[in-house]
């Protein structure tokens, strides 16, 4: 099983629901830490949800990196690992990160078994999330909160900085939420066919 075999199906088999809701978001490669590391696939709605795959062509190399990233962003995170890895992967991930394990058929039909659910992760950080913002999008909400255009002329760090200094946890969550939600023309919501293919549209 390679990653888009396990991607695809994933899609089909347990996120139907999720593409069924006017009000989720389903992203695959999304951004994390301005593109130093990508989610496999974000469930964007009440919650931020990542999944990361782990097919039996990929290397764990990057597990440690990825789980730290990851940890400091989503609400909640799953691993959807072959068998093959799924060893090592119970023995390097949080208690809160959910388990997912692949298995293939002998006719290649794939199917998913839930190993652990995932649990809320306690310790995301704020500056990690506002991070997931487009520069006008921080200046967007600065302004909404009365701070002056003058300020807005500075580095996008300092937006996101000061997101986190005026904002409480839930509301800057709730609005990058929004945000990457109302983006227009950057990545159209995936939709499985119902032939198994995936496509993964990217803004040009």
């Not at 940890?71 to 959807?80: G, I, L, Y």
């Not at 072959?82 to 992967?89: E, G, I």
């Not at 659910?117 to 520069?135: F, G, H, T």
Request: charged share 25%.
């Amino acid at each position: 099983m390679n990653d888009t075999q396990i991607r695809q199906s994933f899609h089909r088999k347990r996120l139907h629901k999720h593409h069924a809701d006017p009000n989720t978001l389903i992203i695959d490669e999304l951004g994390l830490k301005h593109g130093k590391c990508r989610a496999d696939i974000a469930v964007i709605n009440s919650h931020l949800t990542g999944y990361e795959i782990k097919s039996d062509e990929d290397s764990l190399c990057r597990l440690d990196k990825q789980i730290e990233t990851y940890s400091k962003v989503f609400d909640q995170a799953t691993v959807v690992a072959s068998a093959k890895h799924v060893d090592v992967v119970s023995s390097s991930v949080p208690d809160w990160w959910g388990i997912i394990v692949t298995h293939q058929g002998y006719r290649g039909n794939i199917s998913f078994e839930t190993l652990r659910k995932p649990s809320m992760n306690r310790e995301i950080d704020l500056l990690s999330v506002a991070q997931l913002l487009w520069s006008n999008e921080a200046s967007s909400i600065l302004i909404n909160l009365g701070v002056p255009q003058r300020v807005l002329r500075q580095r996008r760090a300092f937006l996101y900085q000061s997101l986190v200094d005026l904002l409480s946890a839930s509301d800057l969550r709730s609005r990058v939420r929004e945000c990457l939600k109302n983006r227009r023309n950057w990545r159209c919501r995936v939709q499985p066919s119902p032939n198994g293919g995936l496509s993964q549209p990217f803004a040009k």
